[in-house]
Each structure stands twice: as structure tokens, then as C-alpha cells.
């Protein structure tokens, strides 16, 4: 059974740092793209950080660059993500995603799988 977990979420202060975590299982992680992203209440999911499955090429979203940072883990088939300098628009439940292509396209068709979102918030 295919699942990506994601963990490390939670109540964060203004200018804090925070650490997700994606756990994938049911596949092999090596041959995919993990996208990381995140939906804000009243507002559409967008993405976050994108990392490829060939040479670790990355993308930000430009509210994220500088601040933002993904890696992986195949060995332990985990995605991060790291944020740092954390506002209050940083706020939502934080996605992550496989797929074939890192992308910051945040239509679910451009990633195969999802997982159930951690929640932020970034409060004082």
C-alpha cells in the first residue's frame, strides 16, 4: 500500500524554524520527485519546494527562497522540508507529494501521490 506521512508539524512562533518530514512506503522512492506544499485557510494549495529524483535539482516558490530548504533521504525513503524565518503566512496544512517531475504545479494530477497534510501555525 503506497503512503507518504507527514510529520513535524505544529505551533511555531513568529521568526521560529520548522522541520517536516515525509515518510514514503509501498514504493520505490529512488525514481521519484517530492513536492512539498501547502494550503492556507480560504486559500488554494500552492506549492512550496520541489525536489527531483535525478541530481537533487530543487525549486522554491519565491515566498519560500532563502528561507526554505528540501532534501531527501532515499536510503530512508523521506523527504524534508526546513523553513526557517517563519511568518504568519506561513500558516496551513503542509502536503507533501511523488511524482515523475518536480514541479510546483499544485494540481494533484501532476503528482502521483499525497499524503494527509501536517498542519503549521505560525503564531505568537
Known sequence: QVQLVESGGGLVHPGGS???SCAASGFTVDDYAFGW???APGKEREGVAAISPVDDDTIYADSAKGRATISRDNSKN???LQMSGLKPEDTGVYYC???PLATLNPNR???NYWGQGTQVTVSS
Do not use: N, W
Open 97 to 99: 507529494a511523488a511524482g
Open 37 to 39: 506544499f501547502r494550503q
Open 18 to 20: 520548522l522541520s517536516l
Open 78 to 80: 523521506t523527504a524534508y
Open 109 to 111: 494530477r501532476r503528482y
